[in-house]
């Protein structure tokens, strides 16, 4: 890998390293959604939303058409929700390691 290759590729993790964006990509895994519906499930006022979708569109995550009034959103690259079960396999090995420090070999108490 060179060094501009691994740049690119840092650019993609922290574009999908926020918690909004881990959880957007994993609503759009699921299909197309609406702005509108991809804001109803966050707390958040419709500026917050479209930075996140905007970072997300800027690396080629996540792409956008226009509907009517609405945009609809859909996930472009489906091998991240791959990586992203990766990254849990990798805080289970983390959390299992760590209560069998605590507790034993068998992790339990």
């Known amino acids: 890998m060179t060094y501009k290759e691994a740049e690119f590729k840092a650019r993609v993790l922290k574009a999908i390293a926020h ?5 957007i990509v994993d609503l759009l895994g699921k299909g197309e959604l609406s702005f509108s519906e991809l804001k109803d499930r966050f707390p958040f006022d419709k500026s917050t939303i479209s930075k996140h979708l905007a970072i997300l569109k800027d690396v080629g ?3 956008a058409r226009r509907q009517g009034l609405d945009m609809i959103y859909k996930l472009e690259i489906p091998c991240v929700l791959e990586f992203l079960e990766c ?3 990798v805080l289970e090995e983390s959390i ?7 507790w034993g070999a068998g992790g339990e108490r």
């Open 87 to 89: 990254a849990t396999r």
């Open 96 to 102: 299992e390691k760590q209560c069998s420090y605590l």
């Open 19 to 23: 918690p909004v964006r881990l959880i």
């Open 61 to 63: 995550i996540v792409s």
